[in-house]
């Protein structure tokens, strides 16, 4: 039961009565957790099928490309895209699943950090023409951790910069070295962010909405992933940004070297 209560007093400011409500929280309880078994058995099922349409799509394509035949190979390519993008969607709401039922596991071990890092810039580069530039490579140390979950982080970061840039042809990602952190900063010069809508954008489904010229796919759920996996292993994720002109979202983790 969740219980709400206010205090009736008299002129002296003596209590006389309490009032109250008694709210029955047990059935919206029970919703929410018929909810997020729904999704986590949809995610699961869909994503067996996903996953060998992608190993037949691969095959044809390098089929086509083998006996010459640009023309479907390259219609093959982006049918590989579009089957990707799948994928991360529900690898996504797996995720979730996994993060509201406490089974989001973490596997720890030692990795170089920057090449981490130019591995993920290397992906993102691929799939967008805009130039990501890697300023400073302040960090230059090996960390241990689980090497996947942090990719995760700064991939859900870099794709968003991409996709909330569409008119600049940039993006700018830094590390910092903060003795016992690490911080990493991807910066845009794209549509940003307004204050007040500024702390939600790491909350589960959150989607910035509004009458934009643009607008951008999504399930809103990159963030909070990400926020939930900083917090996992012991950091900070927050956003500075500008509305109009860009964002800056930045994260700092706990430097684990053994
Ligand atoms: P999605 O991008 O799928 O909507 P996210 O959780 O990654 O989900 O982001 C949540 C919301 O935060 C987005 O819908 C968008 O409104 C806002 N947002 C995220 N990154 C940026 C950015 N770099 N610039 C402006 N807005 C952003």
Same mark, same amino acid.
Request: charged share 25%.
């Given at each position: 039961?969740?219980?709400?209560?206010?205090?009736?007093?008299?002129?002296?400011?003596? +209590?006389?009565?309490?009032?109250? #409500?008694?709210?029955?929280?047990?059935?919206?309880? $029970? !919703?929410?957790?018929? /909810? *997020?078994?729904?999704?986590?058995i949809?995610?699961?099922?869909?994503?067996?099928?996903?996953?060998s349409?992608?190993?037949?799509?691969?095959?044809?394509?390098?089929?086509?490309?083998?006996?010459?035949?640009?023309?479907?190979a390259?219609?093959?390519?982006?049918?590989?895209?579009?089957?990707?993008?799948l994928?991360?969607?529900?690898?996504d709401?797996?995720?979730v699943?996994?993060?509201?039922?406490g089974?989001?596991?973490?596997?720890?071990s030692k990795?170089?950090?920057n090449?981490?890092?130019?591995?993920v +810039?290397?992906?993102?580069?691929? #799939?967008?023409?805009?130039?990501?530039?890697?300023t $400073? !490579?302040?960090?230059? /140390? *090996?960390?241990?951790g689980d090497?996947?979950?942090?990719?995760?982080?700064?991939?859900?970061?870099l794709?968003?910069?991409?996709?909330?840039?569409?008119?600049?042809?940039?993006?700018?990602?830094?590390?910092?070295?903060?003795?016992?952190?690490?911080?990493?900063?991807?910066q845009?010069?794209g549509?940003?962010?307004?204050?007040?809508l500024?702390d939600?954008?790491f909350?589960?489904?959150?989607?910035?909405?509004?009458?934009?010229?643009h607008?951008?796919?999504?399930?809103?759920?990159g963030?909070?992933?990400?926020?939930?996996?900083?917090?996992?292993?012991?950091?900070?994720i927050?956003?500075?940004?500008?509305?109009?002109?860009?964002s800056?979202?930045?994260?700092?983790?706990?430097?684990?070297e053994?």
């Amino acid at each position: 039961y969740l219980v709400r209560a206010m205090p009736l007093r008299d002129t002296n400011g003596n +209590i006389v009565k309490w009032y109250g #409500t008694n709210t029955d929280v047990h059935h919206q309880k $029970e !919703l929410e957790k018929q /909810k *997020d078994n729904f999704l986590g058995i949809a995610s699961h099922e869909l994503k067996t099928p996903v996953t060998s349409l992608k190993a037949y799509a691969q095959v044809l394509e390098s089929m086509f490309k083998r006996s010459g035949d640009f023309k479907n190979a390259d219609l093959l390519g982006k049918m590989n895209k579009q089957v990707d993008r799948l994928t991360n969607l529900i690898s996504d709401l797996l995720d979730v699943t996994k993060i509201n039922s406490g089974r989001l596991q973490f596997n720890n071990s030692k990795f170089d950090f920057n090449e981490m890092l130019e591995e993920v +810039i290397e992906d993102v580069q691929r #799939t967008s023409f805009k130039h990501i530039i890697l300023t $400073e !490579l302040d960090f230059k /140390k *090996d960390i241990v951790g689980d090497r996947d979950r942090i990719c995760q982080v700064v991939t859900n970061l870099l794709t968003n910069a991409v996709k909330y840039s569409p008119d600049a042809n940039e993006v700018v990602i830094y590390t910092q070295d903060h003795g016992n952190f690490v911080q990493v900063c991807v910066q845009d010069y794209g549509i940003g962010i307004s204050p007040e809508l500024k702390d939600h954008v790491f909350e589960q489904f959150y989607r910035v909405s509004g009458n934009r010229e643009h607008t951008f796919p999504g399930l809103g759920l990159g963030l909070y992933i990400s926020s939930e996996i900083v917090k996992r292993l012991g950091g900070k994720i927050w956003v500075n940004s500008v509305e109009g002109k860009g964002s800056t979202f930045c994260f700092s983790i706990p430097v684990i070297e053994h």
